[in-house]
């Protein structure tokens, strides 16, 4: 049976399946989009909270640190003077030759031996040890101690004081430009507002050692020996955060496997300056944030683009998109027509009702033949063998024009109640009279048998070329088919 309104069908399957598919693959992107962005905020989360233990590390390790300064000052325990070797002409130190460091040991360079910087090296190298007893295996390689007026510099490990020299490190030369004035020791202490505490971080600088951007976390070490704890301190324990471990933080956050598209920065919210971290930072216009101090933020957001290009999940979602489409397009022109078909298709013979009329009016006619079809006699039929044998006859009638049209091309339809109607596309009047002939041959050959009596069938048919309007062609047929059908009266 032809689809009669295929072409429009396409365009409707096609468009609906778009939108279908658009709307589903939307769907589906966003939930996995969702989906990242959790894992992107867990793994954020996870960062966020391993630079806060770093800063309680170090609050905790300056304090024990002060502890330990004060005991051993007081009691006379920091050890001999002679450790102290010169260094070069300027520098003195302990286990400081850069040529050869003990990595058993700390490091302490002083611009001249001192009894303070002896005890902090004896103070340090007790807790260092303790920490790394007490935590085999989270030793933090970047912490070291700076004097509260730079005249020594003491490493946890020595490997870092390689490249020092106080000629030129500008925190020697001028260490307030780095660091903020402490609050007094008790405030410090008691302080529960860990964010709050680590306001005393630096702004971010180059580092010297590692050429890279960073910043550093500080914590003080206090004078203790006097009679009321004020906010002297002795030092500053500094734990720097470059990028290199930045990054290398930001990746043990996410297991290695940093999601495709996700851009985090660090953001200093005093001055702006930001450090990026992963992925294009650069003009983030969304994005979500995670403080862990008064001072620096971590922004991240997660690149719609980068993660629909790269995402494994998403990439599977786009490539299905197509079959998805195709298949959806293909179900619902095949149900379009489907329906359409109970709409204009005759139950009882097969053929196209009258309905299919409207459509075929609509379409470019040229070119085409017009065969209208009555079954002679057909109330006598009905009249003295009753309806179902009328019936009988149509369907016989409607079998012989279906199984002597083109299937794809040509409208057999059944215009009333034994009216027939045949278009042919592409035809010409010679044509038509030859398939009505054969028709209404086959019609009258056929043996109709109904209750052991046979009955005869024939047609009248009429042809006319459509040459303009298919009603004035319907009713040239029309009249010649009534010519006919008066003649064999």
Known sequence: MKIVQDKLRNRQALLVSGLITLVFTSLFLFIIYEQRMAAASEGVSRLQAHMLDIFNDNELIADAIGERYYHIKTGEQCGVMAQFVPRNKDEWGINADPKRVHSATGTIIAQQPSHNALCMYTAAEFIRGMVNELNPGSFDAHRYIIASHSDYFYWFMASDSRNFSFSDSEMAMDITQFFYP?????????????????????????????????????????????????????????????????????????????????????????????????????????????????????????????????????????????????????????????????????????????????????????????????????????????????????????????????????????????????????????????????????????????????????????????????????QNADTAMYKMKQARE
């Not at 505490?197 to 971010?204: E, P």
């Not at 300056?273 to 991240?300: D, M, T």
């Not at 009329?357 to 063998?385: E, G, P, Q, Y």
């Not at 028709?439 to 009248?460: A, E, K």
Request: glycine share 6%.
């Open 182 to 474: 402490p609050v007094d020791f008790y405030t410090r202490l008691l302080q529960k507002n860990v964010k709050n505490k680590a306001l005393s971080s630096t702004n971010f600088y180059t580092d010297k050692i590692t050429g890279e951007k960073a910043y550093s976390v500080v914590s003080y070490i206090y004078d203790l020996s006097g009679k009321e704890i004020s906010d002297q301190i002795v030092a500053y324990l500094v734990y720097d955060h470059s990028k290199p471990e930045l990054q290398e933080a930001l990746a043990e956050a996410f297991d290695n496997q940093i999601l495709p598209g996700l851009n985090v920065e660090l953001v200093n919210l005093t001055n702006q300056e930001s450090l990026c971290l992963s992925g294009k930072c650069a003009g983030q216009s969304s994005y979500l944030v995670r403080n862990f101090s008064e001072k620096y933020a971590l922004h991240y957001s997660l690149s719609l683009g980068r993660f629909m290009a790269r995402d494994t999940h998403a990439g599977i979602v786009i490539l299905l998109a197509p079959f998805f489409f195709i298949m959806i397009s293909f179900s619902l022109k095949s149900w379009l027509n489907e329906s359409d078909l109970k709409v204009y298709i005759d139950t009882l013979t097969g053929c196209f009702n009258r309905r299919i009329l409207d459509i075929i009016k609509r379409r470019d006619l040229s070119h085409c033949s017009v065969v209208l079809l009555d079954c002679n006699k057909f109330k006598a039929v009905n009249d003295t063998w009753g309806h179902a044998a009328g019936d009988r006859a149509l369907q016989i009638i409607a079998n012989r024009m279906l199984s002597n049209t083109r299937t794809s091309h040509d409208l057999v339809i059944r215009t009333g109640g034994d009216e027939f109607m045949i278009l042919l596309f592409r035809s010409q009047a010679s044509d038509a009279i030859a398939i009505a002939q054969r028709i209404s041959g086959q019609v009258t050959s056929h043996v109709f048998v109904v209750d052991g009596n046979t009955i005869p069938l024939s047609v009248s048919w009429g042809i006319a070329e459509v040459k303009g309007e298919l009603d004035a062609a319907i």
